[in-house]
């Protein structure tokens, strides 16, 4: 059984077709619809979306931290280190939350228990799993905490969360997660709540850390600013799929999802003067009511584009929130499935290559 | 000798860092609550009743007679009856009743009796509340759908009612050595009457605190439910336990005088204030004010400390008032 299920390769983690419903009175919220990826070992993957692509929720899944009911895994895998974290019983899952897989969020405001010292959380995560005595628990959590980089751990031991500072908290859960030294570090919008020089260091601070414990990270962030610094691997999820997925080099030099192209022309650029930043028309899909085909059509500037140059009976006009709109009838009716267009770079676009040309002019404007 | 113990001290730091402790959420609200004139005056006069009620109990022990129960059938000296208050002996101070026994021992009596079913009936109600409240606000589903039903249940039927049902329910009832037609059957209907309140504010406490990431964090370390909650969720709530415990011994208080007043409330002969108001009230047309205002004011100016203390309590223990 257990063979059997083993997978090969030298991926840490490996999700293939991840679907995670969430069943609520309203209908069926599809938040993760097939969804496949792969952490590297040592190595890390960033998820990058907006606010309610499924991102979270792909990366609670693995944990099964969601609340089940009404979140359900409708089917697919997941392996960790080859095994099959699904099969898991709610015991042995507790095993590896801490255990093989450490997980730290968005906010460390909240992240810590008001009443308990910083010192006795991490020290209460390492009992968990290590069996040791108190002392000996004690003494690694001090070990940990001059490990993520925090000043005098001896008394930073002593102190209560609200004693620190957002960065020094997110370390302290930085080193709760490690407690355990797992192989797999989830971090979920890990500098989102920080300042833009405290999360250079707590991004500095993973990296080192990943460099001296081999560590796979799973990213998820909504910030490119980040992606650019840390990922190796990068998928760009949107309403519930992955949309692209390529290195992070090959990511920032040449996107080829309409969609994230549309990210990157709307983030300001150094030099670039006098120009106002454009925006993705409209807004997130519902995610109880997604549209036909491709769910990026509505807000798509290559069908727009590519549905100009073609003969109208290929065409359909479709209402968006911005008014009506003609698309290529491809793009409205069939879902384009996550492909490989160059190598080491899949996207999900029937017209990737348009899409290519299309985002070509404002490349070389940059370099000028 | 003192170098050896620091040297000792310094060496162990060296092989051992020391942690130094910070202020914990209850050390910052012992500071501001120390800060504070007003309750320090009503823990002051809290802490008087406690002696005197201890004062009480010492006296009951040690000089009520042998074999009777600690009333003051033996003392009755009807030419002692009614004399006003005076200052010409500390026993009629406050004055006597008709059966010439001191006013002031009754009211001391009486503080001890109160304090007693504050006490007792809290330590049955907050422990419960704080315990449904926490399971209803933390499984939530089906949990929570029954333990809201019986609180709502509760909470329907008019708490003085329940208690005279409870009252004549378990007269002359005796288990475990608890008389339940007597005082312990005072403190279970008390207890059980009173948990509503705090199981309701717990239960909404649970259901904010257990959505907080530290929460999501203790799972994501591969922390259980019950860990979880006796750890993480309930250290963050007990504070509405101890201001409920406050509070609630002021409700309990003045339910055993309301109690006593109509005779439901502690047995006969035992002085309490409930029943120094009962005995007083015909008496008053006759000018005869001493006994009516003496457990009037004892359990006003109790009641006042208490309700004051728990107040500033609740405002020293909201964060959201900190450095305020």
Redesign the interface.
Known sequence: MMGMNTQPGDALLEIRDLRTHFFTDDGVVKAVDGVSFSVPRGKTFALVGESGCGKSVTAFSI?R?LPMPPARIVSGSIHLDGRDLLGLSPGQM??????QV??I???PM????????C?SQIA??VM??ARTSAREA??RA?DLLAKVGIPE???R????PH?LSGGMRQRV?IA??L?CSPRLLIADEPTTALDVTTQAQILDLLGDLQERENLGILLITHDLAVVAQTAHVVGVMYASKIVELTSAADLFSRALHPYTQGLFRSLPRLGVRGRRLETLGGSVPNPLNFPTGCKFHPRCATARMVARTMNESDTVVVTTETGPVRVPARCASQEPPLRQEQPGHSVACWHARAADQADAPPAEEEQQ | MTMDAIQHQTSAGGAEPVAQRGASLWADARRRLARDRWAMLCLGIIAFYVLLALGGAMYEALAAPEGGIPTFEETINFDQSYRPPSLDSLRNLLGTDWAGRSVLLKTVLGAKVSLTVGLMSNLIAVPLGLMLGAAAGYFGRRTDAVIVWLYSTMASVPGIVLLIAMKYAFKNVTFLGLNLGGIHGLYIALGVTAWVGTCRYVRAEVMKVRELEYVLAARAVGRGNVMILLRHVLPNVLHLGIISFSLGVVGAITAEVTLSYLGLGVEVGMPSWGTMIDGARMELHAGRWWELASAVGAMFLLVLALNIFGDRLRDALDPRLKNV
């Open positions: 944990l931290l507790r095993q590896v939350r801490g255990g450490g997980m969020f968005q906010e909240s992240s810590l228990n008001p009443v308990f010292t010192g209460e995560a968990l799993h004690r003494r001090i751990p001896a008394q031991f002593g102190e209560y004693q859960m709760m997660a407690s």
